[in-house]
């Protein structure tokens, strides 16, 4: 479990994206997480300056599936579903409405 998820639990708040961005940073100074590529940071963070989408926890998730060649991303997340496409990957939601 990251750092990032285990100050979540604990204190149940979503944190600034920056915040984020700057734990992240310095724990791949020191560890390369297995579940984590770096490359999957690396385009997150490019695509939250770049403002693709505003939650950067979504970016590293959805980067992450792009690296997976996911085609079709499953969620009930209002906010990916607004995007409806990210990077040519589908996304749609889980419920069949």
Excluded: W
Excluded at 41 to 66: G, H, P, R, Y
Aim: with cysteine; charged share 25%.
């Amino acid at each position: 479990m990251s750092f990032i998820m285990v100050r979540y639990l604990v204190e149940r708040r979503k944190y600034d994206a920056s915040e984020i961005i700057i734990a992240i940073e310095a724990l791949c100074l020191e560890v390369i997480p297995h579940y984590l590529a770096h490359s999957d940071f690396i385009n997150a963070k490019s695509d939250f300056f770049n403002k693709e989408f505003s939650d950067f926890e979504d970016l590293m998730v959805l980067n992450s599936a792009i690296r997976g060649k996911c085609e079709l991303f499953m969620t009930n997340d209002r906010g990916l579903l607004g995007l409806g496409i990210f990077k040519n990957m589908m996304i749609q939601s889980t419920r069949e409405d």
